[in-house]
């Protein structure tokens, strides 16, 4: 029974029923009788294990396939109507050719299977920031994440009426074969297609496919930002709350910023942080012509290794309850679940991620081979469940934006700290962004990579379009303009160590950066921004001396001078469509490091 009289939506599902013959079609209506019945089945036929109702309540451990465990950037396109609109940093394929090639992989596979219609919202259901999503799936698993990360339902078809403006996603598993696998974005018609994976990033297609990939594509059109951003907001003690939106690349402590728990000293003043989003936020210009962020997700798809009480406290409080947890390891004795880094105690009766017995004997911190989750396993737990979820996470009118922050792993090159001189000098810092590799990732370690805006797999347009839209924002905005700031957590000592604490003292930066949006706090101007005065920076019960952080402040003019020949190589990439703002600024940056 169709949910809605909405043509557009009920032609396109006839249109997807007649190519891959579903013995059945099922609307996700959002009730949670249908949601229970759904995980029942999903037990019954082992493609879900339900875990221990005391220790876990409503939590369900899945398996992927071993050749589906990530995101497959080589297998994801950007098939607009020409390569130049996708631009350098996209795979890109002919829509016509790609539609063509999608539909005869997908066609037919669904004989045997049902078709699973849900409709979603990313953001607060009828929130003007919002967007509408219907995904076709035939996977079980996909619609209890998709329930999880985002509103699903009917209430979402009641509020788009009969509009047409919806983003198309459809999903095939097929079978999940590797050769065959694509996840494709059509920015000009709103549609999103992944076939032959099973695997989160990839089939949850209001993830980074609709909330980054076609949603960035619709904000330049329409005059709006869709950003890889966490959203915080920083309570002082007089009970006011700043917002801040900050990009990072991955394993840069992003998730961890987002739940920040204060330090002790600055806990007992009462300081807080609040969570409005870990990932992904949505801006637009308000009434008032400041810039308003949402976070268009009601979830968090996290990864599991290395989170623990320590690490982030608050996101494994998030797991705790109604989670589903993919490819970790299954503690056979209480029917729970375990990672690396969870804690020090290694289960001595338990499944690996894959389904076979694991053996603990072998476990080498240095061979990923022998762990029990993989490294990449994740959970997917609802928001609502974050001890610091902000008060202001459901409502739709979003959260004024004071500052946005960019940071990145540096072991030498960027201070502790930095304020733009601009909006238009902030873009450019965004748009060279880099971090410098961990053993995290895959080959060399510290090879700097660069990453715009931490949006490099996940812009829907060509970048250098991406880049001068920042700077039209920027433009509309005038005065109102959020400050930008740059952070680097990570600068280390001549033997390699971290200098900077991080984790909950972060914290201290972030007053600063909030006294500076505020003009409360003065700061020395160098060749690539403003640095604070040491002394600005509270070091309160911190074991650290002046001198150590006067060093990671410090901006060194060779390594600087490095830095920008670096930027320009990066920038040849976008050739002609490069804004010549950002040209300009990397001549003052070097004009100011020669003075």
């Not at 909405?6 to 190519?19: F, Q």
């Not at 950007?78 to 996209?90: D, M, R």
């Not at 009601?298 to 982030?312: D, H, I, L, Q």
Request: net charge negative; hydrophobic share 40%; proline share 5%.
């Amino acid at each position: 029974m169709a949910l809605t009289t909405n043509k557009s939506i009920l032609d396109w599902i006839d249109e997807k029923v007649e190519l891959v013959k579903p013995d059945q079609v099922v609307w996700i209506d959002g009730s949670e009788e249908q949601l229970d019945a759904l995980r029942a089945e999903a037990v019954a036929t082992g493609e879900m294990i339900k875990l221990n109702e005391e220790k876990l309540p409503g939590c369900y451990l899945h398996r992927t396939k071993p050749n589906d465990v990530a995101r497959v950037e080589d297998r994801t396109f950007i098939c607009a109507k020409t390569k130049e609109n996708a631009g350098p940093t996209n795979n890109w394929c002919d829509p016509d050719e790609m539609y063509k090639k999608l539909y005869d992989i997908a066609r037919d596979s669904y004989k045997g299977r049902t078709m699973y219609v849900i409709p979603f919202s990313m953001g607060p259901i009828g929130s003007p920031l919002a967007k509408v999503g219907v995904e076709l799936t035939d996977s079980i698993y996909v619609v209890l994440n998709m329930a999880i990360m985002t509103r699903v339902g009917k209430a979402v078809l009641d509020t788009l009426g009969d509009s047409n403006d919806w983003v198309r996603g459809f999903h095939a598993k097929c079978d999940v074969d590797p050769e065959k696998r694509y996840i494709c974005q059509f920015p000009e018609d709103n549609a999103i297609i992944s076939v032959n994976s099973a695997y989160g990033g990839n089939v949850l297609l209001g993830k980074k496919c609709f909330a980054l990939r076609i949603a960035s594509y619709q904000g330049w059109k329409e005059g709006w930002m869709a950003e890889h951003m966490l959203i915080l907001g920083l309570q002082n003690p007089q009970g006011e709350v700043k917002y801040i939106a900050a990009a990072f690349p991955s394993a840069c402590g992003k998730t961890n910023l987002a739940m920040l728990i204060p330090p002790e000293y600055l806990k007992e003043k009462d300081y807080k942080i609040w969570t409005v989003g870990d990932d992904i936020a949505w801006m637009r210009i308000g009434k008032d012509g400041r810039l308003y962020a949402i976070n268009p997700e009601n979830g968090f798809f996290g990864v599991a290794p290395g989170t623990n009480e320590k690490s982030n406290f608050n996101a494994l409080e998030s797991t705790k309850k109604n989670t589903i947890f993919t490819n970790v390891c299954h503690k056979l004795d209480d029917n729970t679940v375990w990672w690396e880094g969870l804690d020090k105690n290694l289960p001595t009766n338990a499944n690996d991620w894959k389904g076979n017995p694991w053996d603990a004997s072998k476990f080498d911190k240095a061979d990923k081979s022998t762990y029990a989750a993989h490294p990449n396993s994740r959970f997917t737990a609802p928001a609502e469940n974050c001890p610091c979820i902000s008060p202001e996470f459901d409502k739709g009118e979003g959260v004024p934006i004071s500052a946005i922050v960019f940071g990145g792993r540096r072991a030498k090159c960027t201070p502790l700290v930095y304020q733009s001189k601009s909006w238009e000098n902030g873009v450019f810092i965004g748009s060279a962004m880099a971090s410098e590799t961990t053993a995290a990732a895959a080959g060399a370690v510290g090879v700097v990579r660069r990453d715009p805006m931490a949006m490099l797999p996940f812009c829907g347009y060509h970048m250098a379009d991406y880049f001068q839209h920042w700077l039209d924002m920027g433009e509309k905005l005038g005065d109102k303009a959020p400050k930008i700031f740059n952070v680097n957590w990570f600068r280390t000592d001549d033997e390699g160590n971290f200098v900077w604490p991080g984790f909950g003292d972060n914290m201290r930066v972030l007053n600063w950066i909030i006294d500076r949006c505020e003009g409360k706090a003065d700061a020395t101007e160098t060749a690539i921004g403003y640095v604070p005065m040491p002394e600005d920076i509270d070091l309160t019960d911190l074991d650290m001396d002046m001198d150590t952080l006067k060093d990671i402040l410090t901006v060194d003019k060779a390594t600087w001078e490095k830095e920008a020949a670096e930027i320009e190589e990066h920038y040849k990439k976008f050739g002609d469509k490069l804004p010549e703002e950002l040209k300009n600024q990397l001549a003052t940056l070097k004009a100011n490091l020669a003075k």
